[in-house]
C-alpha cells in the first residue's frame, strides 16, 4: 500500500503525517508533497521539534505535487477540503482515491474535527500551535492505522 499526504508547502501538516505514519506502520509506503511546496525544504523547525518530542526520528525535503505522486499512490490524503478540490481539478483521473485525512476516516463513531474536514495549517504559529495540530493529526492517523488493518 502506497499513502500520499499532501498540504500546501509540504513544510508542516504533510510532513508530521507522513512520520507518523511511518512510525505506526513502517511496513507500508507512506510520501509526502505539497500543492505549492519550493522543491527541497526541510520540514518546519518546529515540526521536527514536535516529532522529536514524541520520539520520531524523521528527516525530510519538501516536493512538489507531480502526475507520477498521483500515479502511484493507492491512497490521496489531504489536509483540507481545498487541498482535495485543486487535486481534483488537476488530477481528474485520480478522483477515487483522493479524500482529506479526516473524511476518510470519519465514520458515525469518529467526529469531524471543529474545523470539519480542515486540520489547519500552523504555518507562521509557535511550538504549542505545532503541538496541537500534531495532536489532532495523531489522532486521525490512529483511526487511519485502524481502517488499514
Do not use: W
Given at each position: ?83 482535495k478540490h485543486v487535486l481534483l481539478r488537476l488530477f481528474p483521473q ?17 467526529p469531524l474535527f471543529q474545523g470539519g474536514y480542515n486540520i489547519p ?29
Amino acid at each position: 500500500m502506497n499513502i500520499l499526504f499532501v498540504c500546501t508547502g509540504n513544510t508542516c501538516r504533510s510532513p508530521m503525517a507522513e512520520a507518523m505514519l511511518k512510525e505506526k506502520l513502517p511496513q507500508i509506503e507512506v510520501q509526502s508533497v505539497g500543492i505549492f511546496a519550493n522543491e527541497n525544504e526541510t520540514a518546519h523547525e518546529h515540526a521536527m521539534q514536535v516529532l522529536e518530542e514524541k520520539g520520531i526520528s524523521f528527516t525530510h525535503r519538501s516536493e512538489a505535487i507531480r502526475l507520477d505522486h498521483m500515479h502511484s499512490a493507492d491512497i490521496v490524503l489531504t489536509m483540507t477540503e481545498d487541498h482535495k478540490h485543486v487535486l481534483l481539478r488537476l488530477f481528474p483521473q485520480y478522483k477515487e482515491k483522493i479524500f482529506t485525512l479526516i473524511e476518510y476516516v470519519s465514520t458515525e463513531k469518529i467526529p469531524l474535527f471543529q474545523g470539519g474536514y480542515n486540520i489547519p495549517d500552523p504555518f507562521g504559529g509557535d511550538v504549542l500551535i505545532y503541538r496541537e495540530t500534531a495532536e489532532t493529526l495523531e489522532t486521525y492517523i490512529d483511526h487511519l492505522v485502524r481502517k488499514i488493518n
